[in-house]
């Protein structure tokens, strides 16, 4: 199964992107893992919140398919331990789906559409981060599942 992480507009900050890249790397030795980077909605600064979820939201929803498990990254979603999530993932891993789809909200979050697509909602706090912050944080926490799946020495709490 493939594992997909997906966000709108390039990382804007430098010490982001290395760090990004950096878990990137790292995790294409545990997963079969694509990063997909949908672009920025064209003149969204000129829109109200609701009207750029909403655009942002059909450019998440059309590269889609049926059999993708769409798990939202939201600050209202499941809170889980590491170990949890690691746990998580490995049962993800054995259902039917072709991709599990890791997809961060733009600025304002997502569309009412998006939420009803998707399968899942994961918190990594309670607090909320910027869309390109969490980018780092979630691979981070990606890639020590993977690491805990195989009793690797990473994680060590
Ligand atoms: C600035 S936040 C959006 C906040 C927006 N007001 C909302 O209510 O969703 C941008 C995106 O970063 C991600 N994000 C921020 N904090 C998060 C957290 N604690 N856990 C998981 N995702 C988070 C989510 O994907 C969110 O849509």
Redesign the pocket.
Known sequence: MKTTFSYIGKTADKYLEEGIGMYERRLKHYLSYETVLIPDVKNGGKLEAEQLKIKEGEQILQRLKNDDCLI??????KLYTSEQFAANMDQWFQAPYKRLVF????????SEAVYQRANYK??????????QM?RLF?LEQLYRAMTILRNEPYHNS
């Open positions: 939202l990254l939201d600050e209202r979603g997809q961060v909200g733009g600025a304002f979050g997502f994961l918190s990594l706090s309670a607090m909320t981060f910027s869309h969490i979630f």
